[in-house]
Structures are given as structure tokens and as C-alpha cells.
């Protein structure tokens, strides 16, 4: 579907912003929350950072209004998923700022890959990680 590709360009985007930002050292960088993950990844095994990226892409996806059969998330709920004491993938909790830095990686992706900020698609996509602030915020 091509909704869903236009998706995964986008998480593909945000991840390499993150990364970038961890690498520089950049202020706010979000590298705490991705430790595990950037270990992972440093040690050659992109084995659950390809699993983040499709979850994420289904996430969207399946939010968003997504009707193809491929847009069915099955990841964990979002309080698991973001809680370093239930899932060892998480490197720590998030803050609000965190969150909004997050949010701020995912617009500049869409934007990057073509989505303008005032279109409907980068509304839903707002709406969405908006949507998940109080279970991710823990």
C-alpha cells in the first residue's frame, strides 16, 4: 500500500535523525532511550531495530486509516513498550520534553520525505503521537 511506504520513509527518516543527534552528542538527544537498541545495532545485530521500524510503520499505518491487510500492529501496548522495567528494550522512562523532541524528530522526517506540515496526513500523524503522550509519558 502506498500510504504504508510513505510511512516507512518517514520512520526510516526519524530514526536517522535520532541517531544522528546521538552520534553528534547533540543537546536533548534521546540516546538514553535507545541505548539497548544503539548497542544492538553498534554489536552488528539490526535484528530488533528492524522489528522497531515495522512496528512503528504498522503503527502508523494502522492509525491512521490504514485498510490493507499489512496494517495490523501487533506490537506491545504502549505503556509496555515505553516502561524500561517491563521491556528491557527501553533504555529509560520518557519525560514530556523527551516526548515533544520525539514528535519534533517525526515532523521533520515527514516534511524530508514530502508530507507538508499543513496537510491532512501530517495532522493524523500529530493526532496520532498525541494520541500516546499519557501512556508513553510515564
Known sequence: EAGRLAYRKVVN???G???ADVQSNASGNLGAHFAPLL???GAGNTTNLAELVDNLTDFFSFNTGGTNAVNTY???DMVTAHNPSLNSRMGTNATDANYTKFEGYVG???VQNGVA???QLY???VAVLESLRDPIVQ
Do not use: H, M, Q, R
Open 39 to 41: 548497542t544492538e545495532v
Open 108 to 110: 521533520a522526517a515527514a
Open 117 to 119: 506540515a499543513n496537510t
Open 17 to 19: 535523525l535520532i541517531v
Open 13 to 15: 527518516t526519524t530514526v
Open 74 to 76: 501487533s506490537g506491545l
Open 123 to 125: 495532522t493524523d500523524i
